[in-house]
């Protein structure tokens, strides 16, 4: 396991007779982006919510951030950050406020509080939209503004769950732009995207099947392994193998 920031050894999430995730082992280590995917009913969410402490896993072992997903998911919680495609953010608080909120809820207090959110107000270029209320801010805004609260705490790894869906191509690669800023900082970063340009950004991708987990490796290794020019088709390629439709 050495220093991995994200474990799985054989990790398996069963509903009754339906295996959602089955028997998936694989290692993250710090700093690295790790891209997340698969179609509609392949068994990424479900496995999602086990490594972020909010699903217990059925058998296998699982290990976030230092910490065991099935025996403490509240310590998982504790150390991880989060960002969903909804964004999480409180519309009607300006900005300053979500940043306050979100950092005492991390248990960030006092002065520390206050320098930690007026340093990211500058670092976004946001000094000017202090108190704006973020139901006034424009979509690619918010989504960097998200981004920022997830990660506000340093945690060790931060899941983002299609934090791009619905925002033009340019706003994407400026997010992306804030993700290599994260990874560069030691956060391990672990993104599922259903834009297939964003896999080539990653610095592994794994592409999940009916529960499985049927590729892992470098953008450039799959697309020669499936002598494929885009990382698009290499997952047509392995979409067409599924005989489930959701999770």
């Known amino acids: 396991m050495k220093d ?36 509609n009913g392949a068994g990424k969410t479900t496995a999602m919510r086990m490594f972020c402490g909010l699903s217990i896993p059925t058998s296998g072992t699982g290990r976030v951030a230092g910490y065991d997903i099935a025996s403490q998911p509240e310590e998982v919680k504790r150390h991880i950050g989060y ?4 964004f999480s953010l409180y519309e009607d608080l300006k900005v300053w406020e979500n940043l306050r909120l979100f950092g005492g ?8 509080l206050a320098r930690k959110s007026n340093e990211m107000l500058r670092d976004l270029g946001f000094e000017a939209e202090r108190e704006t209320f973020v139901r006034a801010l424009p979509l690619g805004w918010k989504q960097k503004l998200a981004f920022s609260v997830a990660i506000f705490h340093e945690p060790k790894v931060v899941f983002l769950d299609e934090p791009t869906g619905g925002v033009d191509p340019v706003t994407r690669r400026q997010f ?23 896999a080539e950004y990653c610095d592994r991708v794994s592409i999940m099947v009916d529960g499985r987990i049927e590729a892992l490796d470098t953008p450039r290794n799959l697309r020669t392994r499936f002598g494929a020019e885009t990382m698009d088709e290499v997952f047509q390629q392995l979409a067409r193998r599924a005989t489930r439709q959701s999770d």
Request: net charge neutral.
């Open 83 to 86: 960002m969903s495609q909804k």
């Open 105 to 112: 809820i991390y248990g960030m207090r006092g002065r520390k």
């Open 176 to 198: 992306w732009e804030l993700i290599y800023r994260a990874a560069d900082r030691g956060i391990t970063v672990f993104v599922t995207t259903h834009y297939m340009d964003e």
């Open 4 to 39: 991995s920031v994200i474990y799985a050894d054989g990790l398996t999430k069963r509903f009754g007779l339906f295996t959602a995730v089955d028997h998936i082992s694989f290692e993250v280590e710090r700093g690295e982006i790790f891209g997340f995917l698969g179609a």
